[in-house]
C-alpha cells in the first residue's frame, strides 16, 4: 500500500439508543437528515472535499443497512485504487472473539488496517454530528503546532457545557484538562469527538490502554486523560460553523428545521462543498394545483396535492389532498392521505398514514416532538389518539 | 438479456430544436425536469437488461458524451460490453458506404464482439417506456425477420406528420409502411431483427448504394422480409420540434402523463448531488414540476424547473420550462418562456412568449 499521510477511522457502530425507532433495525450514522441525507454523508463528505481519500468506517451495531449504503464508496469520490473506504466491522482472530469493547478498542483492533497506509497521522471521527468541517485545515494547524494530539472543539454557551466533554485549555489553546460532562464547566469550549493524532503516538497509547485493569476502552473516558498524564501536547482546535450532535428525537427534529431559514446557518446548496450521498434516482418531484408548499424542503421524487408547512420531506413523499404536514419530518416513501393533519412529527420511513388521520403530540405537551414509527402509528391508531376521520 | 445488443441511431435525428439544438444533437436535449431525451431509451435498454450498447452519433455530441460518460448511471460500465459512444472516425479507404450504413460498416467489431445475436435499434426522438424484453419475446413468438415498435396514438398531433406510419393486417403482420398524413399508427423507430440478417442486409444496401437503413431494408422491403408490428400502449411523446417539446414537456404536469412515464420502471440519468429543493416563505408553487438543487422565493406556476434553478423572491414564472442553473431574479416577469442551461436574469425583465411558440433563451444568456 502506498504510504498515506493521515488515514481517518469513522466510528459508526453506535446504536443511538435515543432515537428510539429510528434506530431499531440500523445504526444512527444510517438514520435520514435533511430531505435526502443519511448522518454519515456528513463526515464522509468532508473526508472527500477535504482531500482525505483513505477511510475506514468501523462498523457494529446493525451494520446490514450502512454497509450496503458505502458500498465500494463512489457516492462519495472514495472508490480508489490506493486507499478508498473501507468497512471494518469486528472480527474473530486468533486470541479469541469479542465485539468493539469501546471506541478505543475500536481503532487497537485495526491497527494492522492502519499499519498498512503507514500515515503519519490518524483522525478519528464519529458517524453522530451534522457539521461540514475542512479536515485539511484542522491538520495544518495540528502540523503548525506540533502537537501529539488535536481535539476540535466548539464554543457552547455555559449552561450547555455541562452536556459534553470540556477541553480545559491554556491561552494558546494547549489542554491542561479533560472534564466529561462536568456539572460545573470551568470552559465553554466542547468537543465535538474529532480527534487528530500523531499515529506513533496514538498507537502506543492505545497499547497501553488495551493492557489496563479498568478501562472502557474510550477515547474521551481514557486515551485522552492517559495522553495528559503523560505530559503530551494536546491542543483544542477551535471549529466555527455549524455542528450539531443529533443524538436525540429532538435535537434531530431541530437540525432539521435548521435547514429551513432562508439564511440558514447550514447551507447545503454550496457548489464548493457538496454534500454527497447515495442518490435515490427519482423523477422531479411534482407540486399539484391544490398543493401549498411554503418554508419547506422537498426532495425528488415527492408528490404533493396538499399544505406542506415548515417541513422536511424525504423523496419519494406522498402528500394527499386537503392534507396539512406542519414543523414535520417527513422520511423517505411515507405515503399520507387525504385529510390527514401531522404536526410536530417524525414520521418514521415507508409508513403508510390512513386517510383522516391526526398526528401531533399529546396536548400536554406541546413542546414534544412525536416518533411515529409502524408500532407508534399502529397503537395511536388503536388507541384513538389520533382521531380518525 | 444477453440475447439483445441496442444500437441507438442518432444519423437521422436533425438539429430541430432551434437555440435547444444550436450545441448539441437533440439526444442532449434536456426533458422532464432532470433528464436527458437519450436517458429514456438508453434506461428501456437497461431496465431489459441490455449490457452492450452502441450510440452512433454524427453530429453536436460533445454534451451528448459529458452526459453519457462511462455509462455508469444506466450499468453499462461492464468489463464485457457496456457503452460505446460511436463517433464518425472512419479511416477505411475502400468504404463506399453512404448514409447510416457507415456507422455500421465501419464499426463491424462491435456487433460481432457483442454476444446478443439480435439487434434492437432505437432513436431518441421518440419518448417511450417500451418493454424491449416484452418486444423480443413477441419477435421471436411471430417467427418475424423484423419487428416493428408501433404506438397507435388516439389524437393525431402536428409532430406526428414527419413519423413514419404502419399499417398492418390485424394479427400484427405489416402491410405497408408510408408517411401519410392522419395516420394514427405511428412507428417509434424501435426495432429488432437477427443480428446476421441485419448485417447482411447493411451489406446489401452498401453493394446497391444505398444510403439509408431503415428506409430500403424494412420500409422499401425489395428481399421480402416478414415485417411483424408489436402494439406499444405506454407513454409516447414525440420531439422533433419546439412545439412537440414544449407542449409534452407540459404535459407531464398532468398526473397521468407523469405517472405513466415514472411509476413503474425507473429512468436513470446523470447523477448531481443536489440538495433537495428548498421553498421559502415567499414562495407560491402550483402545478409544477421541480427537481432538487431549486430554492424558490417566488411565484411558479404551471412550469418545469431543472435541478438547481433559483427563483428569487417577486419573480413570477408561468407556463415556462427553466433549465439547469438558471437564476431568475427579483421582479421578472416570465410566461411561456423556455430558457436553456445556465441563463441568468438579473432581475426586473419581463419575457412573454405565446403557448404555440414559446420565446427561448439559448444557454448561457445573460439579461
Known sequence: MAKKEVVAMLLAGGQGKRLKGLTKSLAKPAVYFGGTYRIIDFPLSNCSNSGIDTVGVLTQYEPLVLHSYIGIGSDWDLDRKNGGVYVLPPHE???????????????????????????????????????????????QYHKDKDADCTISVIDVSLEEASRFGVLNTNDDYSIYEFEEKPPEPKSTLASMGIYLFKWDVLKRFLIQDEQQASTSYDFGKDIIPLLLENEKSLYAYPFEGYWKDVGTIRSLWESNMDLLDEDTPFNLNDPDWRIFTRNPNQPAQYISPSAKVRNCIISEGSIVHGEVNHSVLFYGVEVGENSAVIDSVIMPRVKIGQNVRIYRAIIAEGLVIPDGTQISPAPEDESDILLVDQEELERQLRQGITSKA | MKQLIGVINLDHELEELKELTYFRCGAAVPYAGRYRLIDFVLSNMMNAGI??????????????????????????????????????????????????????HNNLDFFHRGAGQYVVHAGSRHVTKADLQDVYRYHISKGADVTLVCKKVDQLLPEHDACVKVDHDGDGNVVDIHQSANHPNIYTEIFIMEKELFLRQVQRCIDHGESHFFRDVIQKNPDGLNIAAYAYDGYHAVINSIDSYYRNSMDLLNT???????????????????????????????????????IVGGEVEDSILFRGVQVAKGAKIKGSIIMQKCYIGEGTVLENVILDKDVK???????????????????????
Open chain 2, 345 to 367: 436574469l438579473t432581475g426586473g425583465q419581463t419575457l412573454i412568449g405565446d403557448r404555440s411558440n414559446p420565446y427561448i433563451l439559448a444557454k448561457s444568456t445573460i439579461i
Open chain 1, 93 to 139: 482472530r486468533e486470541d479469541g472473539s469479542n465485539w468493539y469493547r469501546g471506541t478505543a478498542d475500536a481503532i487497537f483492533r485495526n491497527l494492522n488496517f492502519i499499519e498498512q497506509f503507514d500515515p503519519e497521522h490518524v483522525l478519528i471521527l464519529s458517524g453522530d454530528h451534522i457539521y461540514k468541517m475542512d479536515y485539511e485545515k484542522m491538520l
Open chain 2, 256 to 294: 397521468g402523463q407523469y405517472e405513466q412515464l415514472f411509476k413503474e420502471d425507473p429512468i436513470q440519468t446523470k447523477i448531481k448531488y443536489e440538495a433537495p429543493a428548498k421553498y421559502l416563505d415567499t414562495a407560491n408553487v402550483k402545478h409544477s414540476l421541480l427537481a432538487n438543487g431549486c
Open chain 2, 51 to 104: 449490457e452492450s450498447i452502441g450510440v452512433f452519433v454524427r453530429r453536436k455530441y460533445r454534451s451528448l458524451m459529458d452526459h453519457l460518460g462511462d455509462g455508469k448511471p444506466w450499468d453499462l460500465d461492464r468489463k464485457h460490453g457496456g457503452m460505446f459512444i460511436l463517433p464518425p472516425d472512419w479511416n477505411d479507404p475502400t468504404d463506399t458506404s453512404q448514409g447510416d450504413l457507415q456507422h455500421f
